[in-house]
């Protein structure tokens, strides 16, 4: 029996190529039972000319199937599904086992609680989406990027890609970590001060569990990085917030009794507020005097600035107290989840020891690719090009801001992707963002941002790195209109 060409769908969620699609269309109706062993496929001409391809990518997508066993060939017969083709595993379908633990008593520690900031799943099927941390397509370089992925899968990168390198990492990533991202903020270091990681927050973490303990106490900005707060929760140690303001953490409010500082001065998360040359120069002599430690988290420091940045605490620190934050994850493509943490030797041996312990250390391939992509240059163009369409949506965001009456925060941001902004007194705004949601816009309420018991509900984010230019004006007059509609309302 000979399979109907209507039953072949090329379905516009898969990804990848033509003839990727149609092999995994293939094959996923073999596995299921929809295509039937000995049953004959449709001629590449008739198939082709179905889907709206060439002959010859349905020709290659055959020939793959053929290699791997789904497809078997019959001279100037045409092609048919493999008498010994892979199956799906028989299964007896089975009721639902009832669940006899006491989970509330058996789970020893939690890490599900706290206030996340809720980003939804389809977040790209809205309109107008003023979040966080999310890429647009249209500015990353896939056509390069998937050049030095390709590269990084050749004979010569073999053992990059294939060994378990125990707690090394890529020495081509290092090297560039070390001779070029790392000076363009001051900073000089040795390999054995570097590590990798998966992302700024896996480094956050790592430094926590080192450096913290029950008895010590970690030191936060109010508002805050949401993830480090759950971090620092984990770690049990003593969390003392201290307030922000427009210049970002005061020194003088640092408490004491302070271990280990935690702070975001080049762009303040969330308030996007730079810490200026004297305030940091004070903060690193108020922990020297505490004989404390300082993590700074530089997560994006080259994204967008209007101006030169300021030094980094670590290129100003004299005694070896600072320990730096960067990530690749902001500035490339947030999925990557690539970071480093540079510090002084013993404390990057221990971080990467506890590293090893849990994950070994991140994919070879990625380290690899990621490597070639930055040693090529192919990531310095991609920052100009992000940069200066981050400015120029900036322009707009905050021209729209002033516009419809709404409220930054401070000042205006210099740099970064995101503007903090503060709704009247009787808004709402995870109210406000759930609201939103059915126009089609997406806001980041504040709330999850503030360690206190009483977080502020009259805060919230915008973000523009995944929102069109012309898209922002018309998304701001929305908020505007809801927050009209709240007082309204009340």
């Known amino acids: 029996m000979a399979i109907p060409v209507e039953s072949f769908i090329l379905h516009p969620q898969q990804s990848g190529t033509l003839q990727a699609r149609l092999q995994q269309t293939i094959a996923q109706g073999i596995l299921s039972g929809q295509f039937r062993k000995g049953e004959k496929l449709p001629s590449t001409r008739k198939l082709a000319a179905h889907l709206g391809i060439s002959r010859i990518t349905v020709t290659l997508a055959y020939t793959e199937l053929l290699a791997s066993d789904y497809l078997m060939s019959k001279d100037r017969s045409g092609y048919y599904v493999s008498d010994t083709a892979p199956e799906t595993p028989p299964f007896e379908a089975k009721t639902q086992i009832p669940d006899r633990v006491d989970w509330g008593r058996a789970i020893g520690q939690r890490f599900a609680e706290g206030d996340p900031i809720n980003k939804p799943q389809d977040w790209a099927r809205y309109k107008y989406r003023f979040i966080y941390g999310q890429s647009d397509p ?18 010569k990168d073999f053992n990059a890609l294939t060994s378990d390198h125990f707690d090394r990492d890529d020495p081509m990533l290092l090297e560039f970590i070390a001779r070029h991202t790392l000076p363009r903020r001051g900073i000089f270091a040795q390999e054995d001060q570097i590590l990798v990681t998966l992302g700024a927050q896996n480094a956050l973490w790592l430094a926590s569990q080192v450096l913290l303990t029950q008895r010590r106490t970690a030191v936060i900005e109010n508002p805050c990085y949401p993830a480090l707060l759950e971090i620092l929760n984990q770690s049990r140690c003593h969390i003392h917030p201290v307030d922000v303001d427009a210049r970002g953490m005061v020194p003088d409010e640092v408490p004491d009794n302070a271990s280990v500082i935690f702070t975001t001065p080049s762009h303040q998360c969330p308030t996007n507020h730079t810490m200026p040359l004297d305030r940091r120069k004070a903060l690193l002599d108020r922990a020297a005097n505490l004989d404390a430690l300082i993590v700074e988290d530089d997560y994006e420091f080259e994204i967008a600035n209007t101006t030169t940045p300021s030094p980094a605490l670590k290129s100003l620190d004299a005694d070896g107290r600072v320990i730096y934050v960067g990530s690749f994850s902001k500035s490339l493509f947030p999925g990557l989840r690539l970071g480093y943490l540079v510090g002084s030797a013993p404390f990057i041996r221990e971080a990467r020891a506890l590293r090893a312990s849990v994950l070994r250390h991140p994919p070879g391939h990625i380290q690899r690719t990621a490597a070639y992509f930055l040693s090529l240059g192919y990531y310095d163009s991609q920052i100009k090009r992000t940069a200066h369409t981050y400015r120029a949506r900036r322009e707009t965001l905050i021209n729209a801001i002033e516009k419809y009456n709404l409220t930054i925060d401070g000042p ?22 759930q609201r939103l949601q059915n126009r089609s816009v997406l806001i980041e309420p504040g709330t999850a941002f503030f360690p206190s018991l009483a977080p502020s509900a009259t805060h919230y984010r915008l973000a523009y790195s995944s929102i069109g230019q012309e898209h922002i004006e018309t998304g701001i007059s929305l908020i505007a209109d809801e927050i009209a509609r709240t007082g309204l309302v009340s």
Do not use: E, Q, Y
């Open 412 to 433: 205006a941001p210099s740099g970064g992707s995101s503007v903090w902004m503060k709704a009247p007194d009787h808004v709402d705004t995870v109210d406000l963002a």
């Open 138 to 155: 249209t500015l990353f370089d896939h056509a390069n990027w998937r050049l030095c992925a390709i590269r990084a899968l050749g004979a």
